[in-house]
């Protein structure tokens, strides 16, 4: 049931400037850009964007900002790191009021949100101890071969719409613990946010003394995006979006021999086996492809099922389809907001026309609910005669393609025969199964789960993915490692020159 009674623009203008009063950052008013809800579909504040020429001055500061920086001890390094998560658990309603105002996210999600950034500060504080390098056994007598982590540089983060905050938290809480100073381009659909994050960061180098400019935020369009992407003074650009910007960012920042971490589309897929555990499935479906409204880079977008139990599945799933509250993010209960724009609807609506002409069948919604101001959507379920072209694109709506199999062989390969290899995982209670799917030739993704869904990581472990998903690995595990250079040192600690190879020369 849609709920009509929706906030006013007036209210979330209200509600947004309160949580960023709290937060103590004044918006910088002007006709650049405007924030807008998807709530409503409407503007709620113009603002002033950054210039190239400012944006060409924020990175030289960051540049010098790093001088310092990457000589600092790593764990005086992890004090500001600490002193932000510390400012974020203050803050986190605040932000997540944001959240919501700005991507439409469901207010459990959006405080989840937060709670990842929180958890990326603790991880990114205890790795401020551990940035370990080896020993390596040197065939050399009296020599001892080691390797050492220095910081990179500057890290320019490029970021999405759809986790506005987190993405953000897990390149920057990371990068500067590794001694890198960072400015951030983020989506010019989520400036409030932006300006908030970048706030509280602003408040922890204050606090903690640390270099005031090793932070720059760049409140701009995809131009000055372009502009830090071609900067030879970015050493690392981490870009999360399409994958149409990935293929844009790539080769430029290839050409300068720069580094990229490219964090792109997914299109993630759940085998559902005939020993599966229904009930199970069910819930770790519904929440992976209708949660965040289908606008997770980790949703679930295909569900291949066994044959035999693909009516039942499709049938128990339609009910729950049928029941799901939409709209109003911040109201208790809703569990599917708004998508973040009338075109996203649209990209809905045409992927669903597709889909039907090439013979595949809507069982559960797919709609788009009238009247409403923003783009609330009914989330869909359609079952194809076959992996069309369709079904193997990202379409950034909550739409779930339902694909049948008879063997475990057929599954894996209707799997992995996309371009993207993000996320997956398998619903089975026969063990050699979920570990063949987690094999070398299962599963191709970054992302392989099993009895669990698709959408939903922790911090703790490297998130990325394969193939057209960008090959980037970032938040926890040593993803680490791309944030810092690394150098072999050989040191001889003996009287005679010994070369490697058993090379004689001058002997
Ligand atoms: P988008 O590609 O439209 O924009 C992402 C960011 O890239 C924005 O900040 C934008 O200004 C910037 N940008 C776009 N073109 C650029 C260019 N040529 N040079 C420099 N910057 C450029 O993506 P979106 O609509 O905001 O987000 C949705 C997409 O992001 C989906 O495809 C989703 O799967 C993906 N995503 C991936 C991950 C991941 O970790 N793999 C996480 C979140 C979102």
């Given at each position: 049931?849609p709920?009509?009674?929706?906030?006013?623009t007036?209210?979330?203008?209200?509600?947004?400037?309160?949580?960023?009063?709290?937060?103590?950052?004044?918006?910088?008013?002007?006709?650049?850009?405007?924030?807008?809800s998807?709530?409503?579909?409407?503007?709620?504040?113009?603002?002033?964007?950054?210039?190239?020429?400012?944006?060409?001055?924020?990175?030289?500061?960051?540049?010098?900002?790093?001088?310092?920086?990457?000589?600092?001890?790593?764990?005086?390094?992890?004090?500001?790191?600490?002193?932000?998560?510390?400012?974020?658990?203050?803050?986190?309603?605040?932000?997540?009021d944001?959240?919501?105002?700005?991507?439409?996210?469901?207010?459990?999600?959006?405080?989840?949100?937060?709670?990842?950034?929180?958890?990326?500060?603790?991880?990114a504080?205890?790795?401020?101890?551990?940035?370990?390098?080896?020993t390596?056994?040197?065939?050399?007598?009296?020599?001892?071969?080691?390797?050492?982590?220095?910081?990179?540089?500057?890290?320019?983060?490029?970021?999405?719409?759809?986790?506005?905050?987190?993405?953000?938290?897990?390149?920057?809480?990371?990068?500067?613990?590794?001694?890198?100073?960072?400015?951030?381009?983020?989506?010019?659909?989520?400036p409030?946010?932006?300006l908030?994050?970048?706030?509280?960061?602003?408040?922890?180098?204050?606090?903690?003394?640390?270099?005031?400019?090793?932070?720059?935020?760049?409140l701009?369009?995809?131009?000055?995006?372009?502009?830090?992407?071609?900067?030879?003074?970015?050493?690392?650009?981490?870009?999360?979006?399409?994958?149409r910007?990935?293929?844009?960012v790539?080769?430029?920042?290839?050409?300068?021999?720069?580094?990229?971490?490219?964090?792109?589309?997914?299109?993630?897929?759940?085998?559902?086996?005939?020993?599966?555990?229904?009930?199970?499935?069910?819930?770790?479906?519904v929440?992976?492809?209708?949660?965040?409204?289908?606008?997770?880079?980790?949703?679930?977008r295909?569900?291949?099922?066994?044959?035999?139990i693909?009516?039942?599945?499709?049938?128990?799933?339609?009910?729950?389809?049928?029941?799901?509250?939409?709209?109003?993010?911040?109201?208790?209960?809703?569990?599917?907001?708004?998508?973040?724009?009338d075109?996203?609807?649209?990209?809905?609506?045409?992927?669903?026309?597709?889909?039907?002409?090439?013979?595949?069948?809507?069982?559960a919604?797919?709609?788009?609910?009238?009247?409403?101001?923003?783009?609330?959507?009914?989330?869909?379920?359609?079952?194809?005669?076959?992996q069309?072209?369709?079904?193997?694109?990202?379409?950034?709506?909550?739409?779930?393609?339902?694909?049948?199999?008879?063997?475990?062989?057929?599954?894996?390969?209707?799997?992995?025969?996309?371009?993207q290899g993000?996320?997956?995982?398998?619903?089975?209670?026969?063990?050699?199964?979920?570990?063949?799917?987690?094999?070398?030739?299962?599963?191709?993704?970054?992302?392989?789960?099993?009895?669990?869904?698709?959408?939903?990581?922790?911090?703790?472990?490297?998130?990325?993915?394969?193939?057209?998903?960008?090959?980037?690995?970032?938040?926890?595990?040593?993803?680490?490692?791309?944030?810092?250079?690394?150098?072999?040192?050989?040191?001889?600690?003996?009287?005679?020159?010994?070369?490697?190879?058993n090379?004689?020369?001058?002997?």
């Amino acid at each position: 049931e849609p709920a009509s009674n929706l906030p006013t623009t007036p209210q979330l203008r209200d509600r947004a400037r309160a949580a960023l009063d709290r937060i103590g950052v004044s918006v910088p008013e002007g006709d650049d850009l405007h924030a807008r809800s998807p709530i409503t579909g409407e503007r709620l504040f113009g603002l002033r964007a950054t210039t190239a020429e400012q944006a060409r001055e924020a990175i030289g500061q960051a540049a010098e900002a790093f001088r310092t920086w990457r000589v600092t001890p790593p764990p005086a390094r992890g004090d500001l790191v600490r002193t932000l998560g510390e400012l974020l658990r203050a803050h986190k309603s605040d932000l997540a009021d944001l959240i919501t105002v700005e991507a439409g996210k469901i207010r459990s999600e959006a405080l989840g949100e937060v709670q990842e950034m929180i958890d990326i500060c603790e991880f990114a504080v205890g790795l401020s101890r551990q940035l370990y390098g080896r020993t390596i056994a040197s065939e050399r007598p009296g020599h001892r071969l080691a390797e050492t982590w220095h910081p990179l540089g500057v890290v320019g983060v490029i970021s999405a719409f759809n986790f506005p905050a987190a993405v953000w938290s897990w390149n920057t809480a990371v990068a500067l613990v590794c001694g890198d100073a960072v400015v951030w381009k983020p989506s010019e659909l989520t400036p409030l946010v932006s300006l908030a994050a970048g706030h509280l960061l602003d408040r922890a180098i204050e606090q903690t003394r640390a270099p005031r400019e090793l932070h720059r935020l760049l409140l701009a369009g995809r131009d000055v995006g372009e502009q830090l992407v071609d900067d030879p003074r970015v050493a690392l650009i981490s870009a999360t979006g399409s994958t149409r910007m990935g293929r844009e960012v790539g080769p430029r920042v290839a050409a300068r021999f720069g580094r990229v971490l490219l964090e792109l589309g997914g299109n993630n897929a759940t085998v559902v086996a005939p020993s599966a555990d229904l009930d199970l499935a069910l819930q770790g479906i519904v929440f992976a492809a209708a949660g965040t409204a289908g606008q997770r880079c980790t949703t679930l977008r295909r569900l291949i099922v066994h044959r035999d139990i693909a009516d039942q599945l499709v049938e128990r799933l339609a009910g729950v389809y049928g029941r799901l509250p939409i709209g109003d993010p911040f109201a208790d209960g809703t569990l599917v907001g708004p998508l973040i724009s009338d075109a996203a609807a649209d990209a809905m609506a045409a992927a669903l026309e597709r889909a039907q002409a090439d013979g595949g069948k809507i069982v559960a919604g797919g709609r788009r609910l009238d009247g409403l101001g923003g783009a609330y959507v009914e989330p869909a379920i359609v079952r194809m005669p076959r992996q069309t072209a369709i079904v193997r694109e990202e379409t950034f709506a909550p739409i779930l393609y339902v694909l049948t199999y008879d063997t475990f062989e057929e599954a894996v390969a209707l799997h992995n025969d996309v371009p993207q290899g993000l996320s997956s995982s398998i619903f089975t209670r026969d063990q050699q199964e979920a570990e063949r799917f987690l094999a070398a030739d299962g599963s191709d993704c970054g992302i392989a789960n099993v009895n669990i869904g698709t959408s939903g990581a922790e911090i703790g472990g490297a998130f990325g993915g394969e193939k057209e998903t960008g090959g980037g690995r970032e938040s926890g595990s040593d993803a680490w490692r791309a944030y810092m250079r690394r150098a072999t040192n050989t040191v001889n600690y003996s009287s005679a020159l010994a070369l490697a190879q058993n090379v004689s020369f001058l002997s």
